[in-house]
């Protein structure tokens, strides 16, 4: 069945998260047809780039460039479109203009569902704070009062909350498991873009490979490969199963 009018959107704070956290699912909606939009909010050209760092003469515009290179290259083996902000990371800020050419992106795509960080990250300040925003464009997509010569107001696309790096001290709770297998191997492609990290490569691995241990003990589906993630809202249904 086609879903050529679906969408879906995924809010990274740097230019890999999307890969490591959410590629299984971009890659998976894209093979069905959805149109996935992935923002970048930054390059992680200072805090996520050591390896690039430590070759001489580097500069940060270089940098920049070699992570925007990276995640081109990812989001078009995982069939999403990329849009890149450079609000720089360690610190990033964003500035209300672009919550809300966000909260207009919200309505121009309508997603089906939306993906980013974690509410809470000790160890990544930029994550948490892409959550925030990424909630807040939300909300504020959903007034009627905000540009209301815009297309129809945003209905109430649920969140989820990709995988942290440390999940337990982020708080965070996987209640939803995606079965990944049939697009893994566009997934570890794409992680192997992202040649400035390439320590975890593995680690994210071994991170899907556990989530599909999971995945199967609480399904009768025998699963290899899976991506956890946890629903900000209540799931609203008409049927419990």
């Known amino acids: 069945m086609s879903n050529s009018s679906k969408t879906a959107l995924v809010i990274s704070a740097h230019s890999a998260d999307f890969v490591w956290r959410a590629g299984g699912a971009i890659a998976l909606y894209a093979s069905r047809g959805y149109a996935v939009s992935v923002v970048c909010l930054s390059f992680g050209e200072r805090g996520e780039s050591a390896k690039l760092w430590r070759q001489a003469g580097m ?5 920049k460039t070699a992570r925007r290179d990276e995640a081109e290259k990812a989001a078009e083996i995982l069939g999403a479109k990329l849009r890149c902000f450079d ?31 974690s509410l809470d990250d000790p160890y990544n300040f ?15 997509a959903q007034a009627h009062g905000h540009r209301p010569e815009l297309t129809p107001v945003l209905g109430a696309p649920p969140i989820f909350l990709f995988e942290p790096h440390q999940p337990e001290q982020c708080h965070w709770h996987p209640n939803t498991l995606l079965d990944i297998s049939p697009v893994w191997d566009k997934k570890r492609a794409a992680f192997e ?14 991170v899907a490979l556990q989530r599909g241990v999971q995945a199967s003990r609480n399904s009768n589906l025998k699963i290899r490969y899976a991506e956890g993630y946890q629903r900000l809202f209540p799931q609203v249904t008409e049927e419990l199963a």
């Open 59 to 63: 500069t940060l515009d270089q940098v």
């Open 87 to 117: 609000l720089g990371d360690y610190p990033l800020r964003v500035p209300d203009e672009t919550i809300m050419e966000l909260a207009d992106l919200y309505r121009e795509i309508a997603p089906e569902f939306v993906l980013t960080h």
């Open 126 to 140: 930029d994550h948490s704070l892409a959550s925030r925003v990424a909630q807040e464009a939300r909300i504020i």
């Open 193 to 206: 873009t992202m040649a400035a990290q390439e320590h975890l490569w593995e680690y994210y691995t071994r």
